[in-house]
């Protein structure tokens, strides 16, 4: 087992089992959401996971160790501590040696579940180009990591906060693959078209893991980026999120928020402006997320890493 990694009992004994595992981010509940509802919804997730069938495996940097699946006392902790630390691939080490709190995004807990063993992983949505890169640089890392660590991401797609067309290309030159789940369109988050299309639409969870393996047999090492729209009852008008989204965008500009500010920022103002609103369709995308990310993580047990 390697040095830094701590198992819960629950992982321990699923790993023991060859049992199907989940793995979640700890981000999403320091800084995507606000407490209480992002320790509850942390919790129901998880739950989520275990009623279909795979076991969850919350990942977060406590104590100088990468925990892989978390207690109660850990959840609650990430949810209210103003301490923890937004966990990014670059920080990784600092977080571990000099024993802080730390939240792993969608890269760092991608680089944790690979380390862990665990091959599916399940969030909201991934971090990507930002509006305006071509001045600001401004490219979340998950992108890079999407690029070289092996861990299918299921997620909404990507929130128009960002450029999702540019997004959807620095994938294709990455050669990461754009995986659509019961609808050819590429998903926004909040709505469930973004006007582009996925790669390929594989809508059960059986020819996913096919072509995740395939994959990986090929010798292709890097994610696959698994996209699950919202249902239809718990999306956004597409008006009024666009509209919103403007708003937040501008007064992160006004504000001048920079770096790995700029993605929490944006999430909380949107919460703000849509009177919590956003905040439901959120949850709503994560749950029906750990529901595709169960059996899909159940159909890659048949294909060992
Ligand atoms: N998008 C969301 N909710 C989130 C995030 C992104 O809709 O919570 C978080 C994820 O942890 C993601 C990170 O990995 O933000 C991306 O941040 P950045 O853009 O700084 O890389
Ligand atoms: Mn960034």
Known sequence: MHHFLSFSPEVANARAAGKAIVALESTIISHGMP?????????????????????????????????IGLTDEQLELLGQSPEAMKVSRRDLAYV????????TTVAATMICAALA????????????????????FDISADLQELAQTNVAVV??????????GLTLEYLETQGVPVV???QPGFPAFFTRESGFHADF????AADQAAFIHTKWRLGLNGGVVVSNPVPE????????????????????????????????????????????????????LVKNNARVGAELARAMVEYPI
């Open 96 to 103: 571990l040696s000099q024993n802080k709190l730390g939240a």
């Open 233 to 284: 009852a718990d999306a956004m008008q597409k008006e009024e999120i666009d509209a919103i989204t403007l708003q937040a965008l501008q007064e992160a500009a006004e504000n001048g928020v920079t770096g790995k500010k700029v993605t929490p920022f944006l999430l909380a103002r949107i919460k703000t402006l849509t009177g919590g609103r956003s905040l439901a369709t959120n949850i709503a």
């Open 155 to 164: 997620c909404a797609g990507v929130k128009s906060i960002l450029d999702i």
């Open 180 to 182: 659509s789940v019961g």
């Open 117 to 136: 063993g665990i091959s599916v992983f399940v969030t909201g949505g991934i971090g990507g180009v930002h509006r305006g890169a071509e001045t600001s």
């Open 201 to 204: 639409q594989l809508d059960t």
């Open 35 to 67: 407490y209480p509802q992002n320790v509850q919804t942390a919790r129901e997730v998880e739950q989520i996971i275990r009623d279909g069938g795979a076991v969850p495996a919350t990942i977060a940097v406590i104590n100088g160790k990468i925990c």
